[in-house]
Structures are given as structure tokens and as C-alpha cells.
């Protein structure tokens, strides 16, 4: 593996503790676990406002707040803070405490502040999971739960075309115009470890969710939203990933660390060693665990338990998110088969940034909540970013060299990049998103959303998501000739046409037409199983409007 002397704090070579480079954060750390921490505020200070923490900090509030109104919704935020939240802070490590207390230090963070935006994650989940047990729509009526995934794509020995391990990684998660925006790759040299690089974001400091090391380990962590099986006291995510970066040498080192840790929420840990040549995917819920070797030279996860037990845990939150995951799983899993032998480092881009076949969203392994793309070469310590916007993973890779600490001289990775039309589609789709989630702004959406169905006229999605937008902002004529068009264009998903007969017989039923608006909710019959319900309410009574909440991500309605 890499030859790296861990057994000084001083960077390989006089190199700068920060630069930049195409756009992301280059930063070299080191020391003890308060110094790096200080080390990593100081030096991103004038980043980490731009950056996740913030957006963190108020998620949960916001969530709350746009279902209960905001007075109530800060109230039970402030609520969930001092229960929820302080029995989540309670499961971090000495250690982990003294360096968000550098974090803190060196960027001038208020630490309650800080506090409340890296227990997000879990307390996130805590609502989650609380929708799930109660079905609690009023949670959702207007920003939504935006309901997310990651996809790992893992390839080795005589499946690629060098022999060596490749493993690919999106990260999929809150933070659109956060994260993406301020990506921050993170060399750590921890005095009491290994050396490791992370791919990380301004003020996200530890490097348990997307790392190598220099012994040739690579991890990652999906999250398992659908699961009920949570239990607030263990672990908070990144904590033991991150030590496992700093200690483990080998699969058995990271299995034995895993074994032992108890966490709060239900991950998945994709992990592979070049040294072993060999990839492991650890399936953990508080309650339990199944540690899954990979055998066959070709791996892939999306955010599906694969062990039975594990599986029985989740539950549907709605089934455009479920069929994507399992989708996501399934088309990952064909194109390294399709490509075994002669994959590379761009045939895994090209899988990371694959849009799905016809429809952008059904099958799609990019989406709008790619943050952030990444391929490891583990053997020889290389990665490659996703740069720009998301989806992180339809741009240009660049690549960098852990046992350097610095850009490595390769030619950019381009397989995940786009046809211009796609592409340009794409983005206005996610600044129609940034516009609805971030800004509350239903006139741009509306805008950009029209730019993206004349970009991709062929994409029924991008018309439906028109219509939805155009009732929000109480247009029923616009939203009609929406959905007119989306229906026109059809669906290979027979659950998705029954979803545009159902909003075209709503808007229907708001500009009077009574008689076409029900032979819209028979058409809908053949829906989900929400779909249907509300269909079957739209034959005994007509719609009269209400708030609704917008998934962008799969472009659906979760509560219709």
C-alpha cells in the first residue's frame, strides 16, 4: 500500500495548509483531535456560513415549522434540541467532543449552534421515523421530507481492467446549494493514526462518511431512511468511520471496530481494501447487524438492507422512493455486468452520473441531491471529485493523490457528463428545486421548470412537476395544459400515468369541469395505493385545494 510515514504531524512536502482547486476546498490538517478541528474552522471560516452547517442547523425547524406553522414549528424544534437532540450529543466520544470544540474554536461557531446541525442527521431520522409510526401528513404539507439515497458502485480484480479496486460512491443528501457549493477534500495525518482523505464540506469535520486511507481502505455509509428500527444513545454517524479510517489496516480491523460499535440510526457501511481485494457491505441498525462480504468481483448498494432480518425493519415511505431505490440497485448492479473486464475509472463515473433509460427520474442513479461524486483507487491512494453543481456526478472528476497530499497531474474523469440538452435540462430542474425548497420562490420555480420541459420536451416529468408547481401558486388553467402535455407524452410506469390523471382531474375539478375531472379519477384507479385513495375521495366529492407537499427529488407527491 501507499508508503506514507504517519509517525509525524508534518505534511510529505512544504505544501500550503488550504488552497483551491477547480472550485473545491484542498485542506491539509494535522495534529490532535482538537488541533485538527481548529485546524479545519480556521482555515474554511469564511466558508462554513456558505456551507452545510447552517443549513443543519435549521433543518429540522424548517421541516416542523412548514407543517405546524412557524411559531409552533420553532417551539418543537427548541423542544426536540434539548430532548432529541442532547440524547444524541450524549453518544459522542471524548475525543469527538474536543474536536468540535476546535471546530468551534477556530471558526468562531457558537457551540450550541454546532451542536444543533451535527445531530441533524440522527434527529432527522427521529421525525422520520415518528412519520412513519404515526403517518403524520401535516409534517409534510409544503417543503416535504425530502427523501434521498446514495449509490456505491464497486468493481475488482479480473472485473476491471487493470486489476485493481475501483470503488465508486454518490452522495445523495440535504444540502443542495450547501454542500455541492462548498466541497471541501480533507487530508487528515492524526497523530494518534494513519494518514486519510476525506470528501467532506466546509465545516464538516470528521471523515467517517466518504474516506481512504493509506492503508488502501476505502468507506462510505448509506443511510436507511425506511427503517424503524432506530434508537437514540449510540454512536452518531461519522464518528466510526472515521476512527476506522485512522486505525483499520484491513477488512478484519474495520469488521472488529464495527462489531463493537453500537450506533443511533440504521447505516450501511461499504467498505473495500485493496490489500484484501475484497469488499464488505455492514448492515447495522442499533439492535442489529450483518456483516455481507462481496465475492464476485462487481458490487453495488443503493439504500436497501439486502439481510432478511435487517430488511423487515423497513418500511414504504412512498413507493416512487422505494421503487427508486430498488432500481437504483438493480441498474447499478447491470452496467458494471455489461462492462465486466473492462471497467476503469470512467466507466464508474459513467455509472454514478447514469440518468436512468427515458425517464430522468425513475431508474436514475444521478439526481438532484448529488452533493457529491467520488471514484477510489484505493491500491494507489487516487480519487476523483465530481465537480460544479448537482448533481456533482454529470461534471468533470478531478483526481488526488493521498500519499502527496495534493492534485494529481491525470486527465479529468468524464463518462458521468451529458448530452447539453440533458444537462441543461438538469440544472434548471435543480435551480426550480433551490428555488422551492431553499427560497420559497413559486414564480422562479415555475420558470425554470418551463426552461427544463423546452430543453427535454420529451420528458413527461418535467410537465407534471409544471402542473404541481402552477396549482400551488393556485393557476389551475396553466396546470391543466401541464398536465394535458404529460399525459400526452405518457409513461413506461403505469403508477406514474395514474398520478397525472389524478392532478388533471383536481385541476379539473377547480375550473368547474366535474364530468372530465371524474373520468380522470377513474383513469387513476390503477395508481398507488395513495393515489388511488384520493382518487376514489376525488369520485365522491370534488377538489377544492389544499397545500401539498413537492418531492423534488423523484418528482412526486408523497402525500397526495
Known amino acids: ?16 495548509a488550504y488552497e483551491t ?23 474554511l471560516k469564511e466558508a462554513i456560513p456558505r456551507g ?35 440524547k444524541i450529543a450524549l453518544g459522542f466520544p471524548e475525543h469527538a467532543k474536543r474536536a468540535l470544540a476546535g471546530l468551534a474554536d477556530g471558526a468562531g461557531l457558537s457551540k450550541k449552534n454546532l451542536l444543533s446541525a451535527v445531530t441533524m442527521p440522527e434527529s432527522y431520522l ?57 466541497q471541501a477534500i480533507v487530508f487528515h495525518r492524526p497523530k494518534d493514526g494513519q494518514p486519510y482523505v476525506s470528501l467532506s464540506a466546509a465545516g464538516v469535520l470528521f471523515g467517517g462518511i466518504t474516506a481512504m486511507n493509506s492503508s488502501g481502505l ?6 436507511h431512511m425506511a427503517s424503524d428500527a432506530l434508537a437514540l444513545g449510540g454512536t452518531p454517524i461519522g464518528i466510526t468511520g472515521d476512527l476506522i479510517m485512522r486505525h483499520a489496516r484491513n477488512l478484519d480491523d474495520a469488521k472488529r471496530m464495527l462489531d463493537e460499535d453500537t450506533p443511533s440510526g440504521c447505516w450501511t457501511y461499504v467498505i473495500t481494501s485493496a490489500a484484501d481485494q475484497a469488499a464488505l457491505f455492514y448492515e447495522t441498525t442499533p439492535g442489529r447487524k450483518a456483516a455481507l462480504p462481496q465475492t464476485e468481483g462487481v458490487a453495488a448498494y443503493s439504500n436497501v438492507y439486502l439481510d432478511r432480518a435487517l430488511s423487515r425493519t423497513e418500511r414504504e415511505l412512498y413507493p416512487s422512493h422505494w421503487r427508486n431505490n430498488l432500481a437504483r440497485y438493480r441498474r447499478a448492479r447491470a452496467l458494471l455486468e455489461e462492462r465486466r473486464g473492462h471497467i476503469d475509472e470512467n466507466v464508474i463515473a459513467g455509472i454514478l452520473g447514469n440518468p436512468g433509460r427515458g425517464c430522468r427520474f425513475e431508474e436514475a442513479i444521478s439526481v438532484v441531491m448529488t452533493v457529491a461524486s467520488v471514484v477510489f483507487d484505493p491500491e494507489l491512494g487516487r480519487m476523483w471529485v465530481g465537480t460544479g453543481r448537482a ?36 440544472e434548471h430542474y435543480r435551480q426550480a428545486y433551490e428555488a422551492y425548497f431553499n427560497a420559497d420562490d413559486l414564480k422562479a420555480a415555475r420558470e425554470h421548470l418551463q426552461s427544463a420541459s423546452q430543453a427535454a420536451p420529451d420528458q413527461p416529468l418535467y410537465f407534471y412537476m409544471q402542473g404541481l408547481m402552477a396549482l400551488l401558486d393556485r393557476d389551475a388553467s396553466g396546470a391543466l395544459k401541464s398536465f394535458d402535455r404529460a399525459i400526452a407524452l405518457s409513461h413506461d410506469a ?5 398520478s397525472f390523471h389524478l392532478w388533471r382531474g383536481r385541476a379539473q375539478d377547480l375550473l368547474g369541469q366535474r364530468e372530465a375531472a371524474l373520468s380522470n379519477y377513474r383513469d387513476a384507479q390503477r395508481g398507488d395505493p ?31
Not at 500500500?1 to 500550503?16: E, K
Not at 416542523?64 to 427548541?78: I, N, V
Open 52 to 86: 452545510p452547517l447552517p443549513y443543519f442547523e435549521r433543518y429540522v425547524e424548517r421541516m416542523l415549522g412548514t407543517g405546524f406553522g412557524g411559531g409552533l414549528g420553532k417551539a418543537l424544534s427548541h423542544g426536540l434540541s434539548h430532548t432529541v437532540g442532547r
Open 530 to 560: 395513495l393515489v388511488e385513495k384520493a382518487a376514489k375521495r376525488g369520485l365522491r366529492r370534488p377538489y377544492r385545494g389544499r397545500r401539498f407537499g413537492v418531492e423534488f427529488t423523484l418528482a412526486d407527491v408523497p402525500m397526495p
Open 391 to 426: 448533481p456533482t456526478s454529470n461534471n468533470e472528476y478531478v483526481a488526488f493523490d493521498l500519499a502527496t497530499e495534493s492534485v494529481a497531474q491525470l486527465p479529468p474523469l468524464t463518462g458521468g457528463k451529458l448530452d447539453a440538452g440533458s444537462h441543461g435540462a438538469f
Open 494 to 498: 403505469p403508477e406514474r400515468i395514474a
Open 126 to 182: 427521529w421525525v422520520l421515523q415518528q412519520l412513519l409510526r404515526f403517518r403524520m401528513p401535516r409534517l409534510a404539507p409544503h417543503h416535504g421530507v425530502p427523501l434521498l439515497g446514495c449509490t456505491s458502485a464497486v468493481a475488482w480484480g479480473a472485473a476491471t481492467e487493470h486489476g485493481r479496486m475501483l470503488h465508486g460512491r454518490n452522495f445523495d443528501y440535504q444540502g443542495v446549494g450547501a454542500w455541492d457549493t462548498e
Open 1 to 16: 500500500m501507499l508508503q506514507v510515514d504517519s509517525s509525524t504531524n508534518t505534511a510529505p512536502s512544504a505544501r500550503p
Open 21 to 43: 482547486h477547480a472550485g473545491l476546498h484542498l485542506l491539509r490538517i494535522a495534529g490532535d483531535d482538537y488541533e485538527m478541528g481548529y485546524q479545519h474552522g480556521a482555515l
Open 218 to 223: 476505502s468507506l462510505v455509509v448509506h443511510q
